[in-house]
Antibody, heavy 120, light 111 residues
Framework: QVQLQQSGPGLVKPWQTLSLTCAISGDSVSTKSATWEWFRQSPSRGLEWLGRTYYKSKWFYDYAVSVKSRITVNPDTSKNQFSLQLNSVTPEDTALYYC??????????WGQGTMVAVSS | QSALTQPPSASGSPGQSVTISCTGTTSDVGGYNHVSWYQQHPGKAPKLLIYEVTKRPSGVPNRFSGSKSGNTASLTVSGLQTEDEADYYCGSFAGSVNLWVFGGGTKLAVL
C-alpha cells in the first residue's frame, strides 16, 4: 500500500521560502510508472496544481505557469522522498498543501496535507 | 476563479441518483480523455473516484460513474448514501503549458 507522509513548517514569513517534504512508502520516487506532484488548496484559488517531477531515464520537471518563477520540485532518491520549495512567498500563498502520486493520468495517492500560513 | 466550472452545490435523498457537471473547453475537458473526479470529506485529502473519464480505481463502488460529452464531463452517484455527503472536484489534463486544471468543487448534500 502506497503512502505519502508530508512534513514541513506551518508558518512562513513573507518573502521567505516555503519548504515541504513528501516521504514515500510502498513505491519509489525513481519508478518509471508514476509522477510525483504538488498541489495546494485555498478558498480563493480552489484546488491548484503546482508542479511535478518524474523519472524516465532522466529526471523531468513541470511547473504551473502561476508559480514557475518561484517553484522547485526535487526528488531525493537516498531518502525516497520529494520536496517542494516556493520562494518569495506572500500571504496569497497561504493554503493547504498536498503531495500526490500521479498514475494513469490522475492522482491516486495523496499526502495528509499541510496547512501553511504566510505571516510575519 | 477555477478553470473548470462545476455547480457549487447538489443534493439528493438516500437511494436517489445525482449528476454533477464539469464544463471546460476544447483545451482541457474537450481535448483529452484525461478527466478525473475526486471526493473530499471535511479535513481529509482528496480521494480518486474516476480516472480517464469513466474508469474506477479498485475499491471505488460502482455507484460512482463518469462520462463526457464535448467540453462537459459528468459524475453520477447512484443509490446515494449518507457517507457520499462530501465535496467533489473534477480535474483535467490541459496540455503541456499548464498541465492540470480543476473545477471549483461541488458540495453534495444527502438530505
Amino acid at each position: 500500500q502506497v503512502q505519502l507522509q508530508q512534513s514541513g513548517p506551518g508558518l512562513v514569513k513573507p518573502w521567505q521560502t516555503l519548504s515541504l517534504t513528501c516521504a514515500i512508502s510502498g513505491d519509489s520516487v525513481s519508478t518509471k510508472s508514476a509522477t510525483w506532484e504538488w498541489f495546494r488548496q485555498s478558498p480563493s484559488r480552489g484546488l491548484e496544481w503546482l508542479g511535478r517531477t518524474y523519472y524516465k531515464s532522466k529526471w523531468f520537471y513541470d511547473y504551473a505557469v502561476s508559480v514557475k518563477s518561484r517553484i522547485t520540485v526535487n526528488p531525493d532518491t537516498s531518502k525516497n522522498q520529494f520536496s517542494l520549495q516556493l520562494n518569495s512567498v506572500t500571504p496569497e500563498d497561504t493554503a493547504l498543501y498536498y503531495c500526490a502520486r500521479g498514475n494513469n493520468w490522475a492522482f491516486d495517492v495523496w499526502g495528509q496535507g499541510t496547512m501553511v500560513a504566510v505571516s510575519s | 476563479q477555477s478553470a473548470l466550472t462545476q455547480p457549487p452545490s447538489a443534493s439528493g435523498s438516500p437511494g436517489q441518483s445525482v449528476t454533477i457537471s464539469c464544463t471546460g473547453t476544447t483545451s482541457d475537458v474537450g481535448g483529452y480523455n484525461h478527466v478525473s473526479w475526486y471526493q473530499q470529506h471535511p479535513g481529509k485529502a482528496p480521494k480518486l473516484l474516476i480516472y480517464e473519464v469513466t474508469k474506477r480505481p479498485s475499491g471505488v463502488p460502482n455507484r460512482f460513474s463518469g462520462s463526457k460529452s464535448g467540453n462537459t464531463a459528468s459524475l453520477t452517484v447512484s443509490g446515494l448514501q449518507t457517507e457520499d455527503e462530501a465535496d467533489y472536484y473534477c480535474g483535467s489534463f490541459a496540455g503541456s503549458v499548464n498541465l492540470w486544471v480543476f473545477g471549483g468543487g461541488t458540495k453534495l448534500a444527502v438530505l
